[in-house]
C-alpha cells in the first residue's frame, strides 16, 4: 500500500518568514495531492491540492509543488503570519479508484509574532 | 458545522463500556469514513463506507464497529474490545463523483476513558 513520508514534525518560524513542509509517497499510481490545515482543537480543512498532470499550483500565499519522478511534493507557504499557526498533514491518493488517501503524520508549524 | 456533524463533541467512557460516536451528513455523500487521531501519529484510518449497508475495514478496526443503515448516517461504537480508546475521532464524507472539494471533516469527537 500506499505510504507517506511527511517532514518536518515541527517547524517554527518568524512572522513573514517562509515556511515549507515536504512530504515523500511511495506508490507511483497515487494521482492526488491534497494539504490540510487543523488549527488546535478543530477539523482539518483542506487548503490546496495538486494532481499529478500538474507541477506546481498557487493560491494567494501557499504553493504546492510536485515532482512525480521523485515522489516528492511540498507545501510552501510564504509571508507566515501568526494564524497560520496550525498542524498540517500532506496525503496521497488515486483518483479515480476509492480514494482513500494515505496521510503523512503532520506538521506542527508555528509562527512567532 | 460545514453539512457533516459529529456528536457528541466531548465523550467519558467507563473501562468495559461500549460507546457509540454519531455522524450524520447532509452533503448527499456517497463515501463517509472514521479516522482516529493521536498525537503524532497522523491521520489512521477505522472503518470506511462507500455505499449504503456496506463498509470496509481501514488500518486500525479491532475494537471497533460501524454500520450503514442510511447514507446519511455512519455510526461508529467504540467497543471494550478496544484497549486504548482514549483518542480524538474524525468522521469524513467524500462525493462519489470525486469533485474538487475532497473531504470534508466533522469537528470531531474527544472520547477519554475514566
Known amino acids: 500500500g500506499e505510504n507517506v513520508e511527511q517532514h518536518p514534525s515541527t517547524l517554527s518560524v518568524q512572522e513573514g518568514d517562509s515556511a515549507v513542509i515536504k512530504c515523500t509517497y511511495s506508490d507511483s499510481a497515487s494521482n492526488y495531492f491534497p494539504w490540510y490545515k487543523q488549527e488546535l482543537g478543530k477539523r482539518p480543512q483542506l487548503i490546496i491540492d495538486i494532481r499529478s498532470n500538474v507541477g506546481e499550483k498557487k493560491d494567494q500565499r501557499i504553493a504546492v509543488t510536485l515532482n512525480k519522478t521523485a515522489k516528492h511534493f511540498s507545501l510552501h507557504i510564504t509571508e507566515t503570519q501568526p494564524e497560520d499557526s496550525a498542524v498540517y498533514f500532506c496525503?496521497?491518493?488515486?483518483?479515480?479508484?476509492?480514494?482513500?488517501?494515505?496521510f503523512g503524520r503532520g506538521t506542527s508549524l508555528i509562527v512567532h509574532p | 458545522d460545514g453539512g457533516i456533524t459529529q456528536s457528541p463533541k466531548y465523550l467519558f467512557r467507563k473501562e468495559g463500556q461500549n460507546v457509540t460516536l454519531s455522524c450524520e451528513q447532509n452533503?448527499?455523500?456517497?463515501?463517509m469514513y472514521w479516522y482516529r487521531q493521536d498525537p503524532g501519529q497522523g491521520l489512521r484510518l477505522i472503518y470506511y463506507s462507500q455505499i449504503v449497508n456496506d463498509f470496509q475495514k481501514g488500518d486500525i478496526a479491532e475494537g471497533y464497529s460501524v454500520s450503514r443503515e442510511k447514507k446519511e448516517s455512519f455510526p461508529l461504537t467504540v467497543t471494550s474490545a478496544q484497549k486504548n480508546p482514549t483518542a480524538f475521532y474524525l468522521c469524513?464524507?467524500?462525493?462519489?463523483?470525486?469533485?474538487?472539494?475532497?473531504?470534508?471533516f466533522g469537528s470531531g469527537t474527544r472520547l477519554t476513558v475514566v
Open positions: 496525503a496521497a491518493s488515486i483518483r479515480g479508484g476509492s480514494y482513500i488517501p494515505t
Open positions: 452533503l448527499n455523500h456517497d463515501a
Open positions: 469524513a464524507s467524500n462525493p462519489e463523483d470525486r469533485g474538487p472539494g475532497g473531504y470534508t
